[in-house]
């Protein structure tokens, strides 16, 4: 008993941990805020219609995306492990695995469009640095785009530069370089984008563009268009495979998990509204579509700086900016397979990272190669007509992240003790938050599992309105 209780001490404080409340709440928030909100974000809501879509949004962040957060950062830091070995301490049946399984199997998919279009952005820095964007037009800015993701070399360049600057940090230890990272520069992107947002609302006829992200056409909501919100939900929180876990490993005790994961969603959606006041009235402005699909970040962020005195400097900074918060949020995905690997299956932290890196640039070039449809795999059919990069997308995105998350709720929901769940919100009763916690178990377990079902099978035309 005693050298159990002494290793478990012992395994316990080898693990590091983040440094304090604020160090949490800006690392959760450097995995939640990336590519998600800067570059899918917008052109998500661009392809679904805009302010009608941002609502269905709002009401999946709310009763799904909230809920599943607290879950994911209760079974993390009530056990201080990996997903796998959480879940196993958690419950001894098997079968909650799969929520692990389903979470690797959704780090993966992700990665591989993920390191693709951070590589992209990586190409913008320089490219700024360069001065191609001086005296950039709408045409212009599209012809760029086209002819950096289409390749096929470049982008394979930049894919693997930037696996190669998550695997360095990954391999330095996370914990010390995220946070250092995250405190520091999510304030200032989030400084750059309202300066973005305060341009692009000076441009000619901006107002189209206020109006497309918040006028509510309830004709534009499909099935289609609710699953891509939820989907889009699970991806720009970090839901849904496990990340949140990983991270709850490395709180605190005094950590409050309710209210971080409430300040984290409305942070997140802050930014990603952000930018979407900085992207959708250039679209207007200059008179493009918004449904431009992947590349509309890329085609008009050059623009809103294009005619400002230092604009370019501005530009470069933008694109710095969201290198690193493309590149915080690899690190939190990829992290999630090495903890896997290292506490799992015995391998060294740089094995684990160089295998891991390996694997998602040989998948990963799919992604690449297929991105556009002008490049080389461009019109190779993979899954009801979508290319690679749009399957690994659409089936980590719609499918993995939701069904990982349904489970996710229906395990901390009905099969683990209401006892343990209630102690660990209220870390061991110091907290008057009783009834917070009993919304939230609530909301658990009779909203959350029955909305997601209810997107599901409407999605698959199961059941109709
Ligand atoms: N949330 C990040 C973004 O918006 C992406 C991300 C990081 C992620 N970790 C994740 C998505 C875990 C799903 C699961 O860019």
């Not at 879940?87 to 389903?102: A, E, M, T, Y």
């Not at 690797?104 to 990665?111: E, S, W």
């Not at 089936?395 to 929901?413: E, T, W, Y």
């Amino acid at each position: 008993m005693v050298t159990v209780a002494y290793r478990m001490e012992n395994e316990k404080s080898n693990r590091e941990s983040f440094s304090g409340t604020i160090a949490i709440f800006f690392a959760a928030l450097g995995s939640a805020v990336g590519l998600g909100n800067i570059w899918k974000f917008p052109y998500v809501v661009g392809e679904n219609g805009g302010g009608a879509f941002l609502l269905v949004y709002i009401i999946c962040i709310v009763f799904v995306g909230i809920p599943v957060m607290v879950s994911e950062f209760y079974i993390g830091r009530k056990t201080h492990k990996n997903v796998m070995g959480a879940l196993r301490q958690l419950s001894p049946n098997p079968v909650w695995k799969s929520i692990g399984i389903f979470g690797i199997l959704a780090g993966y998919f992700i990665m591989f469009f993920y390191s693709c279009v951070s590589g992209w952005v990586y190409s913008y820095v320089f490219k700024a640095i360069k001065g191609d964007f001086v005296n950039i037009t709408a045409d212009s800015a599209g012809a760029l785009f086209g002819k950096t993701v289409v390749g096929p070399f470049p982008p394979l360049v930049w894919q693997f530069i930037a696996m190669t600057v998550v695997s360095l940090i990954l391999i330095k230890g996370v914990e010390k370089g995220i946070e250092r990272v995250t405190k520091t520069l999510i304030p200032l992107l989030f400084v750059l984008i309202i300066i973005c947002g305060i341009r692009a609302l000076t441009l000619p006829g901006a107002s189209e563009g206020l109006k497309f992200l918040f006028k509510v056409d309830f004709s534009k909501i499909t099935p289609g268009v609710i699953l891509s919100a939820m989907g889009l939900a699970f991806f720009k929180l970090s839901l849904g495979m496990g990340t949140m876990v990983t991270y709850g490993s490395y709180f605190t005790e005094d950590t409050n998990l309710i209210t971080t994961s409430a300040k984290v969603a409305v942070a997140d959606t802050i930014v990603s509204l952000l930018a979407g006041i900085a992207i959708f009235p250039t679209v207007f402005s200059f008179g493009m579509k918004p449904d431009q699909g992947p590349g509309l970040l890329f085609m008009t962020i050059p623009l809103v700086f294009s005619k400002l005195p230092f604009g370019n400097i501005l530009l470069v900074a933008f694109f710095c900016l969201t290198a690193i918060a493309a590149t915080t949020a690899m690190i939190s995905i990829v992290e999630m397979l090495i903890a896997y690997f290292t506490e799992e299956k015995g391998l060294k932290r740089s094995t684990a990272v160089i295998l891991n890196a390996i694997i998602i640039l040989l998948i990963g070039s799919l992604a690449t190669l297929s991105a556009d449809k002008a490049s080389i795999l461009g019109n190779v059919s993979v899954f009801f007509g979508r290319s690679f990069f749009d399957t690994f997308d659409f089936i980590s995105s719609n499918i993995l992240l939701p069904v990982g998350g349904l489970l996710i709720a229906i395990f901390v929901g009905y099969f683990v003790k209401k006892n343990s769940v209630v102690n660990e919100l209220s870390n061991n009763e110091q907290l008057k938050n009783r009834s917070v916690i009993t919304a939230y178990r609530y909301i658990l377990m009779y909203v959350t599992p029955i909305l997601l079902t209810i997107v599901f099978l409407s999605s698959l035309n199961i059941i109709k309105f």
